[in-house]
């Protein structure tokens, strides 16, 4: 069996893999976050790349330093990165409660995307490395929300960590209308199109 390395420290995209009984460690990326593109579907392929590349310049290089994160096996990383997109503006998580309003009195009512890049990176027992970079999006409609619901969310603390302010899997559920595509694309992860993409590259995650 070869190893599974998670390059998130988010709780939701670790729930999604334990949900799917994938076993798997977790190593978050720590550099910092640079973006150079301007498309929301660029910019998290850009992040999520980053994310893995640099955990697996850490399994590479940090050896003897580093035991939890070499080993004699195969090893996949996974990064990942989500962001919402309201026309030409990506949203990313709030700096303060004015913030959070504004994000959410722009997204009330309408329809917006989310969308989250994933990096595959493969690192075999030898040094040769591999990487698959890819991008799922999701169409989220907002119902319509009167300034007290929307301070009333807010004051739950909730929207303070999540790109966009909001999280779909959270009290903000009671005003999600509908989605069009993965809803756990919109979580952080789109589980299904990782598990199909490794397919047809001839991986099985449960065998890996």
């Given at each position: 069996?070869?190893?599974?390395?998670?390059?998130?420290?988010?709780?939701?995209?670790?729930?999604?893999?334990?949900?799917?009984?994938?076993?798997?460690?977790?190593?978050?990326?720590?550099?910092?976050?640079?973006?150079?593109?301007?498309?929301?579907?660029?910019?998290?392929?850009?992040?999520?790349?980053?994310?893995?590349?640099?955990?697996?310049?850490?399994?590479?290089?940090?050896?003897?330093?580093?035991?939890?994160?070499?080993?004699?096996?195969?090893?996949?990383?996974?990064?990942?990165?989500?962001?919402?997109?309201?026309?030409?503006?990506?949203?990313?998580?709030?700096?303060?409660?004015?913030?959070?309003?504004?994000?959410?009195?722009?997204?009330?009512?309408?329809?917006?995307?989310?969308?989250?890049?994933?990096?595959?990176?493969?690192?075999?027992?030898?040094?040769?490395?591999?990487?698959?970079?890819?991008?799922?999006?999701?169409?989220?409609?907002?119902?319509?929300?009167t300034e007290q619901e929307i301070r009333r969310y807010i004051a739950t603390g909730e929207p303070f960590d999540k790109a966009g302010g909001y999280a779909i899997q959270g009290k903000c559920a009671i005003y999600?209308?509908?989605?069009?595509?993965?809803?756990?694309n919109v979580v952080g992860l789109p589980v299904a199109a990782v598990y199909q993409k490794l397919k047809k590259l001839g991986i099985d995650l449960y065998l890996w």
């Amino acid at each position: 069996m070869g190893q599974i390395i998670l390059a998130s420290a988010s709780p939701r995209r670790r729930e999604l893999l334990e949900q799917i009984g994938i076993h798997f460690e977790v190593c978050p990326a720590k550099g910092e976050e640079v973006i150079t593109k301007k498309l929301p579907h660029e910019a998290v392929e850009e992040l999520a790349g980053q994310k893995a590349r640099e955990v697996a310049g850490m399994v590479k290089s940090y050896g003897a330093s580093h035991e939890e994160l070499v080993t004699p096996q195969d090893i996949l990383i996974i990064g990942a990165d989500t962001v919402v997109a309201y026309g030409d503006e990506i949203l990313g998580k709030p700096k303060d409660e004015a913030d959070a309003f504004r994000m959410l009195s722009m997204l009330q009512g309408k329809t917006h995307e989310v969308y989250t890049g994933v990096s595959l990176v493969l690192l075999d027992a030898s040094g040769k490395a591999g990487e698959l970079t890819f991008h799922e999006k999701t169409a989220v409609s907002v119902c319509s929300m009167t300034e007290q619901e929307i301070r009333r969310y807010i004051a739950t603390g909730e929207p303070f960590d999540k790109a966009g302010g909001y999280a779909i899997q959270g009290k903000c559920a009671i005003y999600i209308d509908k989605i069009d595509g993965d809803y756990n694309n919109v979580v952080g992860l789109p589980v299904a199109a990782v598990y199909q993409k490794l397919k047809k590259l001839g991986i099985d995650l449960y065998l890996w």
